[in-house]
Structures are given as structure tokens and as C-alpha cells.
């Protein structure tokens, strides 16, 4: 039988349409194979546990955790690292992608410290050798950790330890501090107990607070929640918006979302409640462990959408997977140079700090006896409670300029004229060594810009009245400074030698500022040379 020859056309047409669709088919294949096992060569660290306690810091893993590696392939793709400790936790992993730093016991009274160890399992190496418990460690820039160290008291500081192995705490008073994250601006982001005092007073809230590397600028993180919520397990998850875990009184526990530039959090939503642990990870997405009756397992969480979709294929995990992190390498928080270590002044001296109060009458009670206080009284916690360290004078409009201690805890009481106590802080505070800070009162926004004035305290007096210092006074009088020839100086000049001088710059009052209405007070100082090899910039160092 023959067949005509545009059938045969036909067919052969027809030929050459399958053969390029089945090619193009295999092409399809090996990408999306490809792709496949790109998508399973990205790996997470985290801690399995055959029991998780979610509430407790201590003894979250009463039975016992792993230290694990895991993929997107299920059971097959999970390694459990082999360690010589009863329990793990806190995996964090370097800037780089190959450490991964994490706090372990090595038996179950053990203290926790904080050890790390490469990527593939090798060079485990202790790096905390403290008697208290050394918890949630986490990277800072160039090559400094920080990490929370809770007593066996239950009382929990911050401690950072520099590339040189020293050691030293951050936090200087009550209030049970937890470091929660490393934000992108190298600020910390810590928890305590809202106000800040000893442990067992207050336990009904927590707070977020921000400070620097070094222990300065201690500052609540605005007004982010109601009083009396409880904000735990906080993370940024882009730059300037967080997500952490809150409780408010009487209600159930959910994740509430901080967005950049927002004054105040906004709850995710009642069906978050049972997702802990968050952690940033691309595109909107955030990493969380999930729980399941008795079982915490990871999954994807988007503040957006409130889509929840688990994370890894299938269920190779035995019991729960909890603090999930990806094993990848990521940005480094920026560097926030500290001026407390090298900048030696002869005006102040080093191991003091200052406080300027703009104006002391600010407080969430508001009395019209306020208006009566001459004195501010300093108070330093003790062993027995508190003790008096001195006096010193407020202005009419409320403010007052003193020189502390460093690294103690303090707090203030306004007095009048027959030194009755009209107002009391209750939170205690710090200053660290030659650390300037002001604040527009006990209880200003953090979101808002105080009003533009001229604080009176600094017309009368541009040096600040010393407080518990040997040529202080028992009336918190200041100290005679005197530089050369005995003569009186406010403030020290540059020399020819390169001597240091310090300004206090502040804001002109609105009539000689033109129509501004608002901006920050704040405290400034022109820096000394830096010293050689310091690798900090006295530019950025000024700009703080």
C-alpha cells in the first residue's frame, strides 16, 4: 500500500513534534531534579528532645536534648551530632556558615555553658568556664559573643565576651535580664521584668529593652505592649521589625509583630499561640516550632498571611525539633564602637558616669505637688536594700545634672524643701565608666521627640554635681575642678599636646532656633585621638 506523499509530510511532521516535546520533557526533568536537590542540600541545625518544657529557661529539656542536623529530605537527611552532653540548646550559627555556638550541661546538674564547633561536627571547644549558668549565646561583631548568665539564685545578667576571651557583665541591676536577640544596627535586644527590680517583686511582666554592646543607652523598646504583658522569645526578622511571644493577663499567649517605625506592637492573631521560638528566614517568612499535643515541630510562619506550613518533608524527627536555625552563612550586625574602654578625659573621672534629666516632673501619675521638689536624692542598692549616696539640686523646670558611680544600680527620689519624698523610682539603673545619658523623664516615649528647651540645671551649672564621690559633700555639692594655676575652668580645652576636651553640646531654646519645633536632646563630646590598633573610627564613635 502506498501512501501519498503529504501524508507522508504529515507524519513526518509529526515526528519531529514529539521527539522536540519529549526532549524538552527530559530538559524539564533534570532542572526541577536539579532544583529538587538544591532545595534538599539546604540544611538547618536545631535540638531534638524526647520532652520540651516551652515555660521553664533551666530545665526546658528535663530528659535530655541532640544537637541535630536536618533537610528537607525527611528521616534519611538528619545527622545527630555526636556530643558528650546530657542536653543541648540555643544553636546559633556563625556569619560565615561554619561554627555553630550553642550552651550545653554535660550531666543533668551540670552547669550550662557555652561551647561551639564546626559546621560538620569537628572542633568542639568550651569557650564560658563560669559557675552560673551561661544560656542563649549569640554572635556580635568582630568576633565578641554575648550570652544570658542566670545564678543559681535565679538572678539572670548579660555578659559579653570579646575576642580576646575577656569576659565582663553588661547589666548592672535587678530585673532578671535575658538576651534575646543581635539586631541589625548591633544594638542588643534584651527581656526583664517590668520595672526593673529584684527578682520575686515582679514576675507578672516583662519588657523590652535595647542596650549597647558595651552596657550603655539601656532604654525600653518603646511602648510596645499593654502593662503587664509578658514579652518573651523576641527576634528580629527584618531590619527594624520584630516578632516576639506576649501574654497579656488573663488571655493566651500569642506573637505580636513590632514593624519598623510603628510606636506600638499589633498582635498576629489568636491561631499563633501555639508557635514558639521564632526565627527570620527570606521573603516574609518566619521559622518557628510548632506544638502538636506533647510534640514541638518546626515549621514556616508569615506574619502577613498567618500561613503556617511545616517546614521539612516528612517526619524523621524522634520527638520534638525546637530552636531551628538555618545552616547558612547570613549578614553581620553592624559594629557599634565603644568609647568606655580607651576615651580618658581629665575633666571626669574614669569608673563615673552622668545623668541629665530634662525634666523629673514626667511620670505616669502626675501630681501637682511635683512642682515643689528643690532636690533629687540619689539612692544605691546594697546588700540591706538601698543606702543614700547624696543629694543634688533640681531647676524649676524639673531637670537635674549628677556624676554617679558606674556599674551600680541607682535610682532617684524627689525631695522638698524639708526633704519629705514627693515621687520615688521604683526600677533601678546604671551608668557604665565616662557613659553620658539623658532622658526627657522616668516615663517619656521612646517614639516621640521631647519639646525643644534649654534645661535650667545646665544654665546654672555645665559641670554635672558629683554624687558619692570623695570630694563630694554630704549635700551632693560639686566638686572644685581646677586645671592649671588653680584656676576655675568648666571645661578643659585641647592642648597642643593633644589633651582631650569635652563639650556639652545642647540644643538652643526655640526662639534662636528659627520655626523648629522639635528634635532630640541629647549629650555629645569631641573624642581624643584614637589610640593605635583600636579600629574604631572617632567619626562613628561621635555620632553615637
Known amino acids: 500500500m502506498r501512501w501519498p506523499s503529504a501524508s507522508v509530510g504529515t507524519l513526518c511532521n509529526m515526528a519531529r513534534r514529539i521527539i522536540i516535546f519529549l526532549t524538552a520533557g527530559l530538559l524539564a526533568g533534570a532542572i526541577l531534579s536539579a532544583q529538587s536537590s538544591g532545595a534538599r542540600s539546604v540544611r538547618w541545625v536545631g535540638v531534638e528532645a524526647p520532652a520540651v518544657d516551652a515555660g521553664r529557661l533551666i530545665r526546658r529539656f528535663p530528659r535530655g536534648s541532640k544537637l541535630v542536623l536536618v533537610g528537607s529530605g525527611g528521616k534519611r537527611d538528619r545527622t545527630v551530632l555526636n556530643l558528650p552532653f546530657f542536653a543541648v540548646r540555643d544553636p546559633e550559627v556563625s556569619f560565615d556558615g561554619k ?29 564560658t568556664h563560669g559557675r552560673d549558668n551561661c544560656l542563649h549565646p549569640l554572635y556580635l561583631a568582630e568576633g565578641a559573643i554575648a550570652y544570658t548568665g542566670e545564678s543559681v539564685r535565679g538572678r539572670a545578667q548579660i555578659y559579653v565576651r570579646t575576642a580576646s576571651a575577656a569576659t565582663q557583665p553588661i547589666t548592672f541591676g535587678p530585673g532578671d535580664f535575658r538576651l534575646e536577640d543581635v539586631l541589625h544596627d548591633g544594638r542588643l535586644l534584651v527581656s526583664a521584668g517590668w520595672p526593673l527590680r529584684a527578682p520575686g517583686l515582679v514576675q507578672r511582666s516583662r519588657q523590652l529593652y535595647v542596650l549597647h554592646p558595651d552596657g550603655s543607652g539601656l532604654r525600653v523598646l518603646r511602648d510596645v505592649t499593654h502593662t503587664g504583658t509578658r514579652n518573651t522569645e523576641a527576634a528580629e526578622i527584618a531590619a527594624g521589625t520584630l516578632v516576639f511571644r506576649g501574654q497579656q493577663p488573663g488571655r493566651a499567649a500569642t506573637l505580636w509583630e513590632l514593624r519598623a517605625g510603628a510606636v506600638r506592637a499589633l498582635p498576629l492573631g489568636i491561631e499563633t499561640g501555639s508557635l514558639y521560638w521564632p526565627r527570620p528566614f527570606e521573603n516574609g517568612w518566619v521559622v518557628a516550632s510548632q506544638r502538636r499535643g506533647s510534640r514541638y515541630l518546626p515549621v514556616m510562619f508569615h506574619p502577613r498571611t498567618h500561613r503556617v506550613r511545616p517546614l521539612l518533608r516528612g517526619d524523621g524527627v524522634a520527638g520534638s525539633l525546637v530552636e531551628v536555625v538555618r545552616l547558612q552563612a547570613h549578614a553581620a550586625p553592624l559594629v557599634y564602637p565603644s568609647i568606655l574602654q580607651w576615651l580618658n578625659l581629665p575633666l571626669y ?33 546594697s546588700s540591706h536594700g538601698s543606702e543614700t549616696l547624696g543629694t543634688a539640686p533640681v531647676a524649676s523646670d524639673g531637670s537635674f545634672y549628677v556624676q554617679v558611680a558606674a556599674d551600680r544600680a541607682i535610682r532617684f527620689q524627689l525631695l522638698d524643701a524639708a526633704d519629705r519624698v514627693l515621687r520615688e523610682q521604683r526600677s533601678w539603673i546604671w551608668v557604665r565608666p565616662d557613659e553620658q545619658h539623658a532622658c526627657t523623664g522616668c516615663h517619656e516615649s521612646e517614639a516621640l521627640a521631647p519639646p525643644n528647651r534649654w534645661p535650667l540645671i545646665l544654665r546654672r551649672k555645665r559641670i554635672p554635681y558629683v554624687i558619692g564621690g570623695p570630694a563630694a559633700t554630704a549635700a551632693g555639692a560639686p566638686a572644685a575642678r581646677t586645671q592649671g594655676g588653680g584656676k576655675r575652668t568648666g571645661v578643659p580645652r585641647r592642648s597642643k599636646t593633644g589633651a582631650s576636651r569635652r563639650t556639652v553640646s545642647m540644643l538652643k531654646p526655640a526662639a534662636q532656633r528659627g520655626t523648629r519645633k522639635q528634635c532630640s536632646v541629647t549629650l555629645c563630646r569631641r573624642m581624643p585621638p584614637m589610640p593605635p590598633g583600636s579600629g574604631a573610627s572617632p567619626v562613628q564613635g561621635a555620632e553615637q
Open 99 to 127: 561554627q555553630i555556638l550553642f550552651s550545653a550541661q554535660r550531666k543533668a546538674d551540670s552547669r550550662w555553658q557555652v561551647w561551639t564547633l564546626k559546621a560538620d561536627g569537628t572542633g568542639l571547644r568550651q569557650l
Open 349 to 381: 573621672r574614669m569608673g563615673e558616669g552622668q545623668l541629665l534629666c530634662l525634666n523629673s516632673r514626667l511620670s505616669m501619675n502626675p501630681r501637682a505637688v511635683a512642682a515643689a521638689a528643690v532636690r533629687v536624692r540619689i539612692l544605691g542598692r
